[in-house]
């Protein structure tokens, strides 16, 4: 697509439910980062993907968060018995080659945890 | 932290008239992005600038860096209430630029 999809783009849910949120890149580009931001504050770096390696997984807050991305392109962001800390807007960016050019942005999904 | 650091917080400035934020960090970097977030969504890539550069346009923007005292400025000349936004720096450090370490950003007002 011509630019970066996320859905969806407002979650409520119920502490201790889990939440599967699904970023969908631009086609080629083969970096693929997820972020966090809370209100006011800057992002918090949660995963990134690129190409076919392994996945740099040092932003996870907590076992409870884990990320896929399959085929190279959508990946999905999965967050197990929710919180209430957990009420973000969750970011996806993706990058052509996740180092010499900027990233592209989603909307974003608000997650908010009740 | 490893968070740059960015000044003013905040930034109240009348239409027309020309902002500065700036942005200071410690380590040695690949490259120094700027982005524009719009109503606590919607991050735009403004303008990415290298290590081995000084200064960059795009339009009303003017980004300088520099590598000696660490620090970058992001002008925006002739502002519009449009420019209203949060502005963040973003370094991708040297050795390490798999992904961008992220500023706190600045909160720019533009009044009519």
């Known amino acids: 697509g011509a630019g970066v999809s996320q859905s969806p783009s407002n979650k409520v849910t119920e502490k201790g439910k889990d939440v599967e949120l699904r970023c969908d890149p631009i086609?080629?580009?083969?970096?693929l980062y997820w972020y966090r931001q809370s209100l006011g504050q800057g992002l918090e770096f949660l995963i990134y993907?690129?190409?076919?390696?392994?996945?740099?997984k040092s932003g996870l807050p907590s076992d409870r968060f884990s990320a896929e991305r399959t085929g190279g392109s959508v990946s999905t962001l999965t967050i197990q018995r929710t919180q209430q800390e957990d009420s973000a807007v969750y970011l996806c960016?993706?990058?052509?080659?996740?180092?010499?050019?900027?990233?592209?942005f989603g909307s974003g999904t608000r997650l908010t945890v009740v | 932290s490893q968070q740059g650091e960015e000044d003013p917080q905040a930034l109240s400035i009348q239409e027309g008239e020309n902002a500065t934020m700036n942005c200071s960090y410690k380590?040695?970097?690949?490259?120094l992005q700027w982005y524009r977030q719009n109503s606590g969504r919607g991050l735009v890539h403004l303008i990415l600038i290298r290590s081995n550069e000084r200064e960059k346009h795009s339009g009303r923007l003017r980004v300088t860096l520099d590598t000696s005292k660490k620090s970058s400025s992001l002008l925006i000349t002739a502002s519009r209430a449009a420019d209203t936004a949060s502005y963040f720096c973003a370094r991708s450090d040297a050795g390490n630029n798999r992904k961008l370490i992220w500023g706190l950003g600045t909160s720019l007002a533009v009044n009519p």
């Open positions: 086609s080629g580009h083969t970096a």
């Open positions: 380590t040695s970097i690949n490259n």
């Open positions: 993907f690129q190409g076919n390696s392994a996945p740099d």
């Open positions: 960016a993706s990058s052509l080659d996740g180092q010499s050019y900027g990233y592209t």
